[in-house]
């Protein structure tokens, strides 16, 4: 199905070039003069290849058709990830390279969106936020809570992000996993 170029995000599967690329990142640059233009990195599904592309906003792309499976991670091994259909019980192992920069917030027993063409998989979604504990948090500096400041925190599976002054070391706080940012104290 064709689309506008300007539409492509990260997870889309598109057609260029007589190869097929999944999506990892898009930017749109507005220059000073002249149209706009999307920058994607893209990564050959065959191959794996990374490449950047850039593309006029007016242009159209061939997107494919994803079928979206729920299926849970059952464990990892070096760079492959084991999950598992929820509805047949059917084990696959996939690239961790699917998940892009997500990959690091995996834990076991997630339930994960495959998106899958012609069978092969091709994109790896994890929820929208998970909950982890802060392993570490700087202490807060007198007067650091006047302003909307936020301090470095380390988190159970190893990630640093910022997060508010009132959060300390074994609390637990819901990260977003696209961009790993700080959303709110966990409840409960």
């Known amino acids: 199905m064709k689309m506008q170029a300007n539409q492509m995000r990260p997870g889309h599967v598109i057609e260029h070039e007589g190869r097929r690329w999944t999506i990892l990142k898009s930017h749109i640059n507005t220059p000073g003069k002249g149209a706009a233009v999307i920058q994607v990195e893209m990564r050959d599904l065959k191959t794996?290849?990374?490449?950047?592309?850039?593309?006029?906003?007016?242009?159209?792309?061939?997107?494919?058709q994803t079928e979206e499976r729920e299926m849970d991670f059952l464990f990892a091994t070096g760079e492959m990830l084991t999950l598992m259909d929820k509805e047949t019980f059917e084990q696959i192992e996939v690239s961790s390279e699917l998940a892009g920069e997500a990959k690091?917030?995996?834990?076991?027993?997630?339930?994960?969106?495959?998106?899958?063409?012609?069978?092969?998989?091709?994109?790896?979604?994890?929820?929208?936020?998970?909950v982890l504990e802060v392993v570490e948090a700087d202490p807060v500096v007198k007067g650091q809570t006047a302003a909307s400041s936020y301090k470095p925190a380390v988190l159970a599976n190893g990630v640093r992000i910022m997060v508010p002054p009132f959060i300390e070391s074994g609390e637990k706080v819901v990260v977003r996993t696209e961009d790993a940012t700080y959303v709110e104290r966990a409840r409960g």
């Open 48 to 64: 794996g290849a990374k490449k950047d592309e850039r593309w006029r906003t007016v242009d159209t792309v061939e997107r494919l």
């Open 104 to 130: 690091q917030f995996l834990q076991e027993g997630m339930t994960l969106t495959v998106d899958f063409v012609d069978g092969d998989p091709v994109a790896v979604h994890l929820p929208q936020t998970v």
